[in-house]
């Protein structure tokens, strides 16, 4: 494959993209896009202010490792060009079904079925695997839980845009997309990025629905009144000013993703069969009115 092209430096970067997006969708992977490591650099900025604000609440592993969440290349300095990687997980029946259920518990579509960061982390590696054997080169796999902003980066590599929930949207997923990031050293030309909400038009379906109001006005996240930040990862008791807010949602939350217009475009066939609820969760299929 790249060893054999012949050509300019652009055109072999170009058959490689071409030979590792296909190789992303064997491995399951729904959306795959290439920018520059350092691309996402001025969200990368504003993530301090999101912190000294105190926006993260207990979740202090943001504040240790801030300086590298700033720019992949302030972690690898020798990083080049980032791979955004989306795994669709859209569900087969509404999210919101179990709304009025108050007896029962709910538990957001991210966590019914198989652990993403395995499933993701998996590809990831198989398809460094690949690109390595095709152009040997040194590389490292991200899926959440290291210093690398993944929503930024992959609006930068134009996969999709960050909404008015924060949560990246694709035109064809909608916003049921696990994120996964591939740093490289090789030097892979750009594909045109996306912008901000470009998308969203007028729409607030987002912001209106969130039950506490945890969308500011600059679209900025207050993690400390999400209900997925306060069921997973808050510290100490619920503070009982959101008690009532929270209902029966038990761990996550999907409230803003699940009312926006983009994922009526999001086909449930096109999830990794990995994230489908386990049996005990299975639930009615979408309304169809
Ligand atoms: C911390 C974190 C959380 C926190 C904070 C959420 C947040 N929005 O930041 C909490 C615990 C609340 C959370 C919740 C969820 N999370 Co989370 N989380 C992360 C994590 C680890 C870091 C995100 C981060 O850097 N936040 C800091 C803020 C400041 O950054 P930011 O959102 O990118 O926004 C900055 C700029 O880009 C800009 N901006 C952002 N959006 C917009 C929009 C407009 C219009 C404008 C003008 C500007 C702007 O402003 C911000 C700077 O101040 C990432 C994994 C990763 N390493 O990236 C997963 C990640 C973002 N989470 C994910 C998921 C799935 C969720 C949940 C849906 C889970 C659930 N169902 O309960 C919810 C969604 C809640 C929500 N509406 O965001 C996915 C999102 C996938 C996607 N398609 O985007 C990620 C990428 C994990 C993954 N690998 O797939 N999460
Ligand atoms: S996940 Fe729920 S609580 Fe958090 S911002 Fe979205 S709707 Fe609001
Ligand atoms: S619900 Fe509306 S505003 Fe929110 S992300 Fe979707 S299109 Fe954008």
Known sequence: ?????????????????????????????????????????????????WIEAGNHGTMGWMETRADHRVSPKAMWPDARSAIALGMSYAPTSDPMALGNETERGRISVYAQGG?????????????????VDAAPSELKVFVDTAPVMEKPLAQAAGIGWQGKHTNLVSREHGSWLFLGVILTELELAPDSPATDGIHCGTCTRCLDSCPTGAIGPEHRIDARKCISYLTIEHDGQIPEEFREAMGNRIYGCDDCLAVCPWNSFADAAAANRAFLPERSLRRRAWPTC
């Not at 054999?4 to 030979?19: F, H």
């Not at 590792?20 to 795959?32: D, M, S």
């Not at 920018?35 to 504003?46: H, I, K, N, P, V």
């Open 115 to 131: 652990d993403y960061h395995k499933t993701v982390k998996k590809a990831l590696k198989a398809l460094a695997r690949f690109i």
């Open 1 to 49: 494959m790249e060893r054999g092209v012949k050509g300019s430096a652009v055109d072999k970067s170009q058959t490689l993209k071409e030979a590792i997006r296909a190789e992303a969708e064997r491995l399951g992977f729904a959306a795959c896009g290439f920018t520059r490591a350092d691309a996402a650099d001025s969200a990368g900025l504003d993530i301090r202010k």
